[in-house]
């Protein structure tokens, strides 16, 4: 459709909102799909399990549950299969925390730890070859553009819970 023709017609509401949420999540299928498989045939670890080892990598002392399931915006339930699974695979250990007698604190193994170390190196080379083709100044606006909407929609989000 030539250009002119476009600027005329009149955007339906929600129009561009839904194809932005559309396309933001066949990317994330696309890649989400591409790197659980790679985690999982090379290293036996869903992609969710790797966030989780991830999370706990970033926190060397060790995560409470609640805070390990805010940080991976997942419901405790989720967070508590996961953290089963990982224990069953000597990954992580678990302990009751000495703050709060109801709390548990999870942290890396030496096992998980080698393992996440492997799997991370291979995470990093899994997303530079997938996304190989694309520019590196494409890659950086993308990035940046996703920064100023989620720091926009954090925003809108605090406003309006103040206003509840």
């Known amino acids: 459709m030539p250009a002119a023709l476009k600027e005329n017609i009149v955007p339906v ?3 561009v909102e839904t ?5 933001l999540l066949s990317l994330h299928g696309e890649l989400f799909a591409s790197l659980n498989a790679m985690l999982s045939s090379e290293f036996g670890l869903s992609l969710a399990k790797f966030d989780v080892l991830a999370q706990l990598d970033r926190s060397r002392d060790g995560l409470a549950l609640g805070q390990l399931s805010q940080n991976l915006k997942v419901s405790g339930g989720n967070v508590s299969g996961l953290v089963q699974r990982l224990l069953a695979d000597d990954l992580i250990s678990r302990e009751m925390s000495s703050e709060d007698r109801r709390s548990f604190i999870v942290r890396l193994t030496p096992k998980g730890e080698a393992l996440f170390t492997k799997a991370a ?4 080379k899994h997303l530079s070859t997938r996304l190989e083709n694309i520019p590196p100044h494409e890659l950086d606006t993308a990035l940046s553009v996703l920064r100023s909407l989620s720091s926009k929609l954090r925003s809108e989000s605090k406003k309006q819970s103040r206003k509840k």
């Open 13 to 15: 509401p929600g129009q």
């Open 19 to 23: 194809r932005l949420w559309l396309q």
């Open 121 to 124: 190196a291979v995470h990093k």
